[in-house]
């Protein structure tokens, strides 16, 4: 089974069909602020049950979270 | 409600000294004087704010590090007559339609590091000290009974009296002395208090609560100047309260250069919240708060003093429980017109223990840091019992992060052995014990039994338990969570290298307002390498840096975000709201700024105080370490706990095959590896920031920010003269 790297550092097991919102749950990303880029590419939210990944997608879920 | 009514209490009031002074009105955010109070001999004073001042050290935490500088000498202590509590308030303090213009920050020698704490705090202080005609009060000496500082903005008048009747605990005393300078209930508005408590007397770290009349409930309520033990200082000069009164005070009182410019930001984000607040972190109707399920799911959430990020009980102490419990449909803000209003609050709170027992009260919170620490730390996860711990350490006047620190840590020494219900004078310190934790609170209010030694702090009691009994030193400074003696705030930093340093280096010590890089690092992975990373701890540090010189709350800053931010180039630093911020600055001033100006005003200030560290004693590369816990798993449990996360380390980054190891030997091998990249942090960072490796500022950064004052010269050239010789 391939992998699909996120953020140059979380690895999610691949499988065709993959959406974006299955990768945010496969890595419990709870927090309700991200944005998703897809080789550099914004996919809007409503997208993301939709939008699928390839295995060799260079994906990125930036949290945009203020803290402390 | 008091025993004794508060005209009594008024009447027992002795005038020590009186002073009078012009009214003048403030000048583009400046009042342009700062008031000087000697307790020892009743002196009270006008100094002139230069425009040096301003140009070096803006207002704020500047203006107060620089009058304590010049205030104290190099070997004086926390308890010195001649060390200095300083409120001071901002430029931008006051202008009310911008959210979080209400904010003070206070100065002081600290009880637990000896060094500079700066602590910030809101409330409706800020605005009237600086409407009474004040860009700050320096108070000096020691008195030789309890007395309040009246300063009444109204007549000019400033008065010092003796106050003996006046209750000790915050709650009563920030609404008796509310209500005694008031003229009646309409005026309750128009009057601002700051009070300590019992607590504050009896440990290191006191805090000073800060008030505002609530119109809606008709309450007075506070907020705090939490960290390093103000309340300590403040009571030690037998302070029992300040009052500053200013009818009248409303967004033109600043006297802006180009008010429009402020309207504009003003109107932007208050737009923005309106619209957005409750799709992101509905601070409206939660507050910092909304953290608490955020960092459990993240293994970011303190557990049983920071060994562990997460616990499957956290749901019962998050965000839904706590909307359930505030008071909902009240503007909370905790200055007049603050449209974030996250200041929330649970009425009509039935207290259980104490001295209060029985009684209902309002309690003014919790914050994120106060569910965290007084709950998940503690292995408590009963909202009740947080809410108990919450209002008792804010009417004695302790920090909820010290306190909820120094609780953690004895609970693990007695998870560990090296206390247990002898020593802790029969209390059960086992994980989740609310009751027992309750107690050791009530005793330190009093001064008595095992509280007191909690009251002491970490690193005291490190030193207090390895001598007593006979406990592992090494063990003790690996768990004890403090740097420079002050006691972390709560966030699990294990895994960021990044806010490992934020913390450690901070001038103050490990308080995050300095930076908050764990979800840039972590989890965003945004900056993975040295440079990336000093670069981040030169920016952020700076960044946050900004809003105490200015009286501002950093919250408004990036808890609320604009629809299309994800998309604008460094989505991190907020790019919309810094051009706020430099709109604000420039309708204030009337100086036009760029982001980077701010910046640099915030270096001059912060270097300034990395050099008054020195000048303390401390300051410098070996004081910058953070405990083995904040890096790495110090335990067994802590390991394995993570075990399939930090055997992949050891493979990938180490390039260690962890099978066949012992837990012990990957621990060390672990442990070598990241303090071998702290080193490389720790030099990129200082590189970054124009110092040695030793981490003192250069003499050309000095010059640089203009602020190679001869003394600030001659304790850097010292510094380095003994840097030459290790």
């Given amino acids: 089974m391939g992998k699909i790297r996120v953020n140059d550092k979380f690895e999610v097991d691949w499988k065709p069909g993959m959406t974006i919102r299955d990768i945010i749950k496969a890595l419990n990303f709870t927090f309700p602020m991200l944005v998703v880029t897809v080789n550099g590419k914004v996919i809007p939210k409503d997208e993301w049950d939709t939008y699928q990944v390839g295995e060799n997608d260079n994906v990125r879920i930036l949290h945009m979270i203020a803290g402390g | ?726």
């Fill in chain 2, 1 to 726: 409600m008091s025993v004794i009514p508060t005209e009594v209490m008024k009447k027992a009031h002795r005038k020590l000294a009186e002073y009078h002074y012009e009214l003048r009105p403030v000048e583009r955010g400046y009042a342009n004087r700062t008031l000087y109070i000697n307790l020892s001999d009743l002196t009270i004073k006008e100094k002139p704010v230069t425009e040096e001042m301003k140009r070096t050290f803006t207002g704020g935490r500047g203006f107060a590090l620089w009058l304590l500088w010049n205030a104290v000498k190099d070997d004086t202590r926390w308890n010195d007559p001649e060390n200095e509590l300083i409120i001071a308030n901002g430029p931008l303090c006051g202008i009310l339609s911008y959210p979080g213009t209400g904010k003070s920050t206070v100065v002081t020698i600290s009880p637990l590091t000896n060094l500079v704490i700066d602590s910030n705090v809101g409330g409706m202080v800020g605005p009237y000290l600086k409407g009474a005609g004040f860009d700050a009060l320096e108070i000096q000496g020691k008195a030789d009974r309890d007395v309040i500082i009246v300063i009444d903005g109204d007549t000019g008048t400033i008065t010092i009296e003796e106050a003996p009747l006046e209750e000790p605990y915050s709650h009563l005393m920030a609404r008796e002395l509310t209500e005694m300078y008031a003229k009646n209930e309409a005026d309750m508005r128009n009057v601002a208090v700051v009070a300590a408590g019992i607590g504050a007397e009896h440990s290191r770290y006191g805090i000073l609560n800060f008030s505002w009349y609530d119109l809606r409930r008709k309450e007075v309520r506070y907020k705090q100047a939490a960290r390093g033990g103000t309340g300590t200082v403040f009571r030690d000069k037998r302070l029992k309260g300040i009052v500053v009164r200013k009818s009248g005070w409303s967004a033109k009182s600043n006297n802006a250069a180009k008010p429009e410019l402020i309207r504009k930001a003003s109107q932007r984000i208050t737009r923005e919240i309106a619209e957005l607040d409750d799709k992101q972190n509905q601070m409206r109707r939660v507050g910092t708060p909304y953290l608490v399920g955020i960092m459990n799911d993240y293994d970011l959430l303190p557990v049983h003093n920071y060994q562990y990020g997460s616990h499957p009980e956290a749901h019962k102490i998050s965000k839904e429980v706590w909307k359930a419990l505030f008071t909902q449909g009240v503007p909370d803000g905790c200055h007049y017109g603050c449209a974030l209003a996250c200041s929330h609050a649970v009425d009509h709170f039935h207290l259980r223990t104490g001295p209060f027992k029985g009684q209902a009260v309002l309690v003014d919170g919790p914050e994120y840091e106060n569910a965290a620490g007084l709950g998940a730390n503690l292995g408590i996860f009963d909202p009740i019992a947080i809410l108990e711990l919450n209002f008792y350490c804010d009417t004695y006047g302790v920090d909820t992060i010290s306190f909820g620190v120094s609780m953690a840590f004895a609970m693990e020494c007695y998870q560990r052995g090296i206390l247990n219900r002898e020593r802790t004078g029969g209390l059960d310190l086992t994980w989740g014990n609310a009751e027992a934790v309750l107690e050791v609170l009530h005793q330190l209010a009093r001064g008595e039994g095992f509280g007191r030694i909690v009251g002491q702090g970490v690193r005291w009691m490190k030193q207090f338990f390895a001598e007593t009994y006979a406990a592992d030193p090494q063990l003790l400074n690996d768990i004890g969570m403090e740097v420079k003696g002050l006691e972390f705030s709560f966030y699990v930093t294990k895994e960021s290298l990044a806010q490992q340093g934020g913390y450690a280096i901070a001038n103050k010590g490990p308080q995050h307002d300095e930076a908050w890089l764990i979800f840039m690092d972590m989890v965003n992975n945004q900056i993975p390498t040295f440079e990336d990373k000093a670069e981040a701890l030169h920016y952020f540090p700076m960044w946050r840096t900004w809003f105490s010189l200015h009286g501002l709350c950093k919250l408004p800053w990036n808890d609320i975000e604009p629809a299309d931010n994800a998309l604008q180039p460094e989505p991190h630093k907020v790019p919309e709201h810094v051009e706020n911020y430099c709109w604000l600055y420039e309708g204030m001033t009337g100086i036009p700024v760029t982001g980077d100006d701010l910046i640099l005003q915030s270096e001059k200030v912060y270097n300034f105080q990395r050099v008054f560290n020195i000048r303390r004693g401390s300051g410098r590369r070996a004081n910058d370490y953070p405990p083995y816990r904040a890096m790495g798993p110090v335990t067994v449990e802590e390991y394995e706990s993570r075990r399939k996360r930090y055997d992949k380390q050891l493979k990938e980054e180490i390039g260690v095959d962890p099978a066949g190891l012992s837990t012990e030997e990957k621990m060390r091998i672990l442990r070598e590896h990241r303090m071998k990249r702290y080193e490389q942090l720790l030099d990129a960072v200082y590189e970054r920031r124009g110092w040695t490796k030793d981490g003192i500022p250069t003499l050309e950064t000095l010059k640089r920010l203009g602020i190679d004052y001869p003394d600030v010269v001659r304790v850097v050239q010292q510094a380095l003269g003994e840097e030459g010789k290790n």
